[in-house]
């Protein structure tokens, strides 16, 4: 078993890309390798040795849109975390882990009432957790949210990192849908870093039909061998024209028109258009992606329509054992979706992705410290 570090080794973000409030010019923001302090461990904390660490759009939102962290800057980001314990908690010694990407206070009346995925009072690596995220050497984490990993066979640990966030966030989003088998589904970025899973985790779940929408022809293709039964082309058309496709696919396989589960994975205001177009009778559309836009909706359709809008954040420490247990059993497939870097390559990669938009591949770092 590895030994206990004397300090972390980091990339920290030192500041956020922001404007120049006099000019508008960019400032870019600035990751820094650096080390910091391996904390004094309290009762029922643990000291995880990081094997990789996903990036995910959520990243990319604070380096460079100024999406708020409640930790502010020096802080390390980085929330989807796979590792090995290497100290406290004598329980979890030596045992592999997932690091549930936010972790509930389970005091509150949030908590309380199942719905700690939106504690308040939560943990998150990367944002809430002080200075500590996933792109280091090792982080210092509760040990009562921990997903223990056994029996991952050939599964690279490093590799499921990504069931801390990516997969994980469609599992409880189904949740919050109801999602039950027979049901019939759209995902909205189902080529994306969550969509791909979103299909996915709704296939295990029993769902009927999957309809995914994106923009990418060849992401399209692939998304029909992992959890789509039909795919709609959304490149370079009007929502219009996008919504009739969908009304022509359902009349040609006898699909009906009420009841529908939409995930909206995109975060895109036209992925967010095309969702409240669908949306029609008893059905529900549950909101995952983030975006910075706005979207106008005559609200009064809900009524008309008995629908529902539902937003999801994260996803319970509770359901993680479910959704690896899916992993390695091959209801959902991480191994076509997953690139490994050494997380020395993490300016290079947040740029990369950052111009990409949705690269082909989930990119998880691995300390090189």
């Given at each position: ?25 960019v ?16 009762e ?16 990319l ?46 005091q ?52 499921l990192?990504?069931v ?85 696919l ?65 996803c ?54």
């Amino acid at each position: 078993m590895a030994e206990t570090p004397d300090k972390i080794q980091t990339w920290q973000m030192v500041q956020p890309t922001s404007r120049n409030k006099e000019t508008g010019g960019v400032i870019p923001g600035k990751l820094q390798k650096t080390a910091i302090p391996v904390p004094e461990l309290r009762e029922g904390e643990v000291l995880v040795e990081i094997a990789g660490c996903g990036v995910c759009h959520t990243d990319l939102g604070y380096f460079y849109d100024g999406v708020p962290t409640v930790s502010k800057p020096p802080l390390t980001l980085g929330h989807e975390i796979a590792g090995t314990v290497v100290a406290g908690d004598n329980s979890w010694t030596g045992k592999e882990v997932i690091i549930p990407a936010v972790m509930p206070c389970r005091q509150c009346m949030l908590c309380k009432t199942g719905r700690g995925n939106r504690c308040l009072s939560q943990l998150m690596p990367g944002n809430s957790l002080g200075l500590y995220g996933g792109f280091s050497s090792h982080i210092p984490v509760p040990s009562i949210d921990l997903c223990e990993v056994e029996d991952r066979g050939e599964i690279p640990l490093s590799h499921l990192a990504v069931v801390a966030d990516a997969a994980t966030t469609p599992y409880q989003a189904a949740k919050r849908a109801d999602l039950k088998p027979g049901d019939n589904v759209v995902v909205i970025g189902i080529t994306g870093g969550v969509g791909q899973y979103m299909a996915q985790v709704a296939k295990a779940l029993g769902a009927k039909t999957v309809i995914g929408i994106a923009r990418n022809p060849e992401k399209l293709k692939r998304a029909l061998s992992y959890g789509a039964d039909f795919v709609i082309s959304s490149a370079d058309r009007d929502v219009k024209d996008v919504v009739k496709e969908f009304r022509d696919l359902s009349r040609e396989h006898s699909l009906p028109k009420y009841g529908w589960k939409i995930f909206e994975v995109s975060g895109a205001r036209s992925g967010q258009e095309i969702a409240l177009s669908l949306l029609s009778y008893t059905g529900k559309l549950i909101v995952i992606g983030f975006g910075l836009s706005k979207v106008e909706y005559a609200i009064g359709r809900l009524m008309a329509f008995d629908a529902e809008i539902i937003g999801t954040w994260g996803c319970l420490p509770e359901y993680y054992p479910i959704v690896l247990d899916m992993v390695l059993n091959k209801k959902v497939d991480i191994e076509a979706f997953v690139e490994t870097r050494p997380m020395s390559t993490i300016a290079e990669t947040f740029e990369e992705v950052h111009k990409a938009g949705s690269p082909a591949r989930r990119i998880v770092l691995t300390p090189d410290f």
